[in-house]
């Protein structure tokens, strides 16, 4: 058990251009989340995918955000024309069905947008 | 729609004092709740889950307790060390399908 992974761990880009970044969760786990964090706040909740199906999508995410995770394992959160507001830093995390055990996190990806 | 508080959002204590935070929320249908720990610059790392349906969870110096009815949880750090020095965040989880939703944490130091 290696943890959850993120790439890359910071990413500084200028407004307007798009960036991808990339969750592996622990292995046996079918569930993956993505948050966002503010500084000072707690992290907000995105989106969450079930294997490759993506259940839950937070109103946050708006039509420039996209993420997959296409064979059910990795999992990929894209970001079109980004904007001062999308510096954050976005976590991921994954857990295994039903709720019961907890969730794990990555160390998330710090954007930094100039 | 649930909201979760932290007070206070800082707390600094003479090392090897106990210590408790408090979490509370709104909304005491929850199907868990979560502490978690978070170092600058770093993810979080999970310290106790408690179902609804039990009252408390140890985890070393670690003491989590829930109160659902009256929408409090509380983390317990017995004999605090400056590597305890970090932020706390509680998060509950309202259904086993849903994500969860966080406070905003207290920023714990712990003077040597």
């Known amino acids: 058990d290696t943890g959850v992974s993120q790439d890359p761990r910071h990413k500084i880009t200028k407004r307007g251009q798009n960036v991808t970044f990339r969750c592996d969760p622990i292995s046996e786990h079918n569930r993956l989340y993505w948050y966002r964090q503010t500084l000072g706040q707690g992290p907000e909740f995105l989106t969450y995918?079930?294997?490759?199906?993506?259940?839950?999508k937070s109103r946050l995410l708006s039509d420039r955000f996209s993420a997959e995770r296409p064979k059910g394992s990795f999992s990929t959160l894209e970001i079109q024309r980004t904007e001062q507001g999308d510096s954050a830093m976005y976590l991921c995390?994954?857990?295994?069905?039903?709720?019961?055990?907890?969730?794990?996190f990555g160390d998330g990806t710090r954007l930094s947008i100039l | 729609k649930q909201e979760v508080t932290q007070i206070p959002a800082a707390l600094s204590v003479p090392e090897g004092e106990n210590l408790v935070l408090n979490c509370s929320f709104t909304?005491?249908?929850?199907?868990?709740l979560q502490w978690f720990r978070q170092d600058p610059g770093k993810g979080l790392t999970s310290l106790l889950l408690i179902q609804s349906s039990q009252r408390e969870q140890t985890s070393g110096r670690l003491n989590a307790s829930l109160d659902k009815s009256s929408g409090r949880s509380t983390l317990y750090i017995a004999a605090s060390q400056p590597g305890d020095s970090a932020t706390y965040l509680c998060a509950t989880n309202m259904d086993s399908n849903y994500q969860l939703i966080w406070g905003a944490g207290t920023k714990l130091i712990i003077k040597p």
């Open positions: 909304d005491s249908a929850i199907y868990n």
């Open positions: 995918f079930q294997n490759e199906a993506q259940l839950e």
């Open positions: 995390a994954s857990s295994l069905s039903g709720g019961i055990g907890p969730q794990h």
